[in-house]
């Protein structure tokens, strides 16, 4: 079994389970400001990028703040949250720490910012990834497949011989369009069968080699 040439990893839902502190900071910025939010509107941004997101929440919630305004309120919120605990998913760090002994490069390709994602990589152990791409380093954001094609890029590594793990469609369908092949454990939103795409439950129990059969039957 061939080992991919790297491994491209989303954070929030994927990697950690922060989505709970979005959605209630979401919440919370829609009470202070005399708002609405909604579940379904909630849901409806997993996985998007911030700014689109900021532009979203203006206009569903009904506040008077600038699209930044939102994301700023929102990323100081969820950045204190997960700096006092990491809510890891389960078989998340033992794959990925697996992967580095193999000598496999990994990258984290997230659309949460450089600010709230280094909370989370601080409490990796140092040099767990080689390559990080963030949702305020890119001109687009996902499912547009400029991340994933940047993270290759600066892997220097083809992105079909890559595997990217993701746990929405936005992500999803961000990885396909680079031309990776994507493992998908679904979280928080129900994922679609789709081409170049594999569903499993858990990454538990998953090592390196397991990972690239999976993956080859995308």
């Excluded at 009904?62 to 100081?76: M, N, Q």
């Excluded at 940047?150 to 083809?158: F, I, K, Q």
């Excluded at 079909?160 to 369908?173: M, N, P, Q, V, Y």
């Excluded at 369009?177 to 129990?205: K, M, N, Q, S, Y």
Aim: glycine share 8%; charged share 25%; aromatic share 6%.
């Amino acid at each position: 079994m061939t080992l991919p040439a790297a491994v491209l990893w989303d954070m929030d839902g994927t990697l950690v389970d922060t989505e709970p502190y979005w959605i209630d900071a979401e919440f919370a910025l829609a009470a202070r400001h005399g708002g609405t939010w909604s579940e379904e509107h909630a849901e409806h941004l997993i996985g998007h990028e911030l700014m689109g997101s900021g532009a979203y929440m203006r206009e569903h919630m009904g506040i008077d703040l600038t699209p930044r305004e939102i994301v700023d309120a929102l990323l100081d919120d969820v950045t204190e949250r997960v700096t006092r605990e990491v809510p890891w998913r389960p078989g998340a760090r033992e794959l990925l720490a697996a992967l580095r002994a193999e000598g496999v490069p990994t990258a984290l390709v997230t659309m949460s910012w450089r600010r709230f994602a280094a909370p989370v990589i601080e409490a990796l152990p140092p040099g767990s990834f080689d390559v990080t791409v963030t949702g305020d380093e890119v001109a687009e954001g996902k499912p547009h497949p400029e991340p994933y094609l940047a993270a290759a890029r600066a892997l220097n590594v083809a992105p079909e011989d890559c595997i990217a793990i993701e746990d929405s469609l936005t992500g999803a369908r961000s990885a396909q369009a680079a031309g990776c092949r994507v493992v998908v454990v679904p979280l928080h939103v129900v994922v679609p069968p789709a081409p170049r795409t594999v569903l499993r439950g858990t990454l538990e129990g998953l090592t390196p080699t397991s990972l690239a059969e999976l993956a080859d039957e995308a």
